[in-house]
């Protein structure tokens, strides 16, 4: 005898077909339905319905559970239940914020593929009726739905983001902290030979001998590029330039004639104060391209008491960096109605105190450093004790 369940909702009417196996048995009214040889899944707007047996019964189950999990929990996963089901003749995928297409292979050939877009309503109806039916004790009561739990790498954290990220935050943290002082380090710098500049200084200011005996000069230099300088200074016609930068020098004090400090202690103190000054002050939005390098003076006290141009650029764009400001500090002590040392007479007459001398680079991308300008000296008692012969 055929026997006929139908689970009807206001979009979906699925229908089953069947036989009752001769040993089933039943205490209620209604015979029971083991066996199935057609469905037939009415679905509103479609002409034709889904049709297939028991194999469509039990993809088109699977696929809309697995499916309708997700889409509730929120949970996405790549678990493909087909394995179980070596057919997959049902397929569910979300092509819009309420469209889901139901794709249904072919049991046989030579029919063809079927594709149907159901709205998020339409869906759920499906989704109850395939849930009466697997709820029917007198319908294929061996379609028990499987359930299992979802691995844990397909569920989302629910540690909040700030708790989670916390650990990151305090390594780069730390890391940001270690690279400053880092920074603050003097680099190791090799002692500029001495000789080489003053040879190229001499050949260019000393007379030479003509051939007829008589005194000549040398060819004055060329003339440095026009450009916004700071007044000169007794510096700027009595202290050559470096050899491998242009004749041009900064303001201030004369930087070649005053005792040096060496003491790298003092140095240390003094390279923190000078660097954390110029930092401070510097705008760090510049408008030249390189790097702008200084040779800085600083008195104990950690004024700054005169500077030169290292290099081209360093005059060119002086107005980019906090030096074109500077209040030039003395390396003299004043006294009550003498000239202060900004003065050129000053420069020559006044006992002058130790200075510290600087290597001051600005860089374009707004780094500044900062060390001695002929390295970090090295302790003179290890100099001059004399190495013992083996």
Not at 112 to 128: G, P, S, W
Not at 135 to 160: G, N, W
Not at 175 to 193: D, N, S, T, Y
Not at 276 to 282: A, K, Y
């Amino acid at each position: 005898m055929t026997i006929q369940r139908q689970y009807s909702l206001p979009n979906c009417k699925l229908v089953l077909q069947g036989l009752s196996s001769e040993t089933a048995t039943t205490t209620s009214g209604r015979p029971l339905l083991s066996m199935v040889t057609n469905v037939e899944c009415h679905l509103a707007g479609q002409k034709a319905p889904l049709t297939g047996g028991r194999a469509f019964l039990d993809s088109l189950v699977l696929s809309v559970s697995d499916y309708a999990q997700g889409y509730l929990s929120g949970i996405r996963h790549l678990i493909h239940r087909d394995r179980r089901q070596q057919t997959g003749l049902v397929q569910i995928e979300q092509v819009g914020d309420n469209l889901h297409r139901l794709t249904v292979q072919p049991e046989a050939e030579p029919a063809e593929v079927q594709a149907i877009d159901l709205t998020t309503v339409q869906f759920f109806d499906l989704v109850e009726a395939i849930d009466q039916m697997v709820a029917d004790a007198q319908t294929l009561p061996d379609l028990a739905p499987k359930l299992e739990p979802l691995s844990r790498r397909y569920v989302v954290s629910q540690e909040p983001i700030a708790k989670r990220a916390a650990p990151a935050a305090i390594g780069v943290t730390g890391l940001a902290a270690a690279a400053a002082l880092l920074f603050m380090l003097p680099v190791p710098e090799a002692r500029r030979p001495q000789s080489i500049s003053e040879e190229a200084s001499t050949e260019q200011s000393s007379p030479t001998a003509s051939p007829a005996g008589e005194a000549t000069t040398s060819p004055p230099a060329s003339p440095p590029p026009e450009s916004p300088t700071p007044e000169a200074s007794p510096e700027a016609t009595g202290s050559p330039a470096p050899a491998s930068t242009a004749a041009v020098q900064g303001t201030g004090l004369s930087l070649d004639n005053a005792p040096e400090i060496t003491d790298p202690a003092e140095l240390d103190r003094l390279t923190v104060q000078l660097y954390d000054r110029l930092d401070l002050d510097w705008k760090k939005n510049p408008t030249f391209d390189g790097e702008l390098v200084y040779r800085v003076g600083v008195n104990q006290s950690g004024e700054i008491v005169g500077y030169k141009f290292a290099n081209d650029a360093a005059l060119t764009y002086l107005s980019d960096v906090p030096l074109a400001d500077v209040q030039f500090g003395s390396t003299a002590p004043p006294s009550d109605g003498s000239p202060t040392d900004a003065s050129p007479d000053a420069a020559e007459t006044a006992p002058k105190q130790p200075i510290a001398q600087f290597r001051v680079v600005f860089k374009s991308d707004g780094v500044l450093e900062v060390s001695p300008w002929d390295g970090q000296p090295t302790d003179p008692e290890a100099e001059a004790s004399p190495t013992p012969s083996p």
